[in-house]
């Protein structure tokens, strides 16, 4: 029986500075945006904050089956939640904890990631609603001169 070297990566695609790239599960021989086994999602880092949809079931699943992530992938899978569930099911499978617990720990990790990412587009809304403000106060005083 022969292993085979499963990465999960990124796959460049759009237009030039402009890139939005796929996820994808890929033999690791392969070229960065050649043949791949299958796609999980999608990033893209032009929109603040980035883009990304990602089926987790599926990554989940490849990652259980030991496919290895590259960098970036593991940071965008760490950010969507899925190493920590996988950290959890591999407790579960230990026999550390029960389903139950890792299901309450993963769905309070969710929460806390989600309320974070919901301040973020906030403070981001109120800079750039303040920064219009500013604009429109400097015009009214160059109107009035």
Known sequence: KTIMPVKIR???RGRKRKAIYDIVVADSRSPRDGKFIEKIGLYNPNTDPAT?????????DWV?????PTDTARAILS????MMKKHLQVGVNKGALTQEDADAKYQA???SKESQIQGKVDKLA????DKT???LEAEAKVNQA
């Open 10 to 12: 990124l796959a460049r």
């Open 52 to 60: 990304i949809t990602l089926s987790d079931d599926k990554a989940l």
């Open 64 to 68: 259980m089956k030991g496919a290895q």
């Open 79 to 82: 950010y969507k939640g899925v």
């Open 109 to 111: 990790w969710i929460d």
């Open 126 to 129: 109120k800079a750039k609603a």
């Open 133 to 135: 403000k500013a604009a």
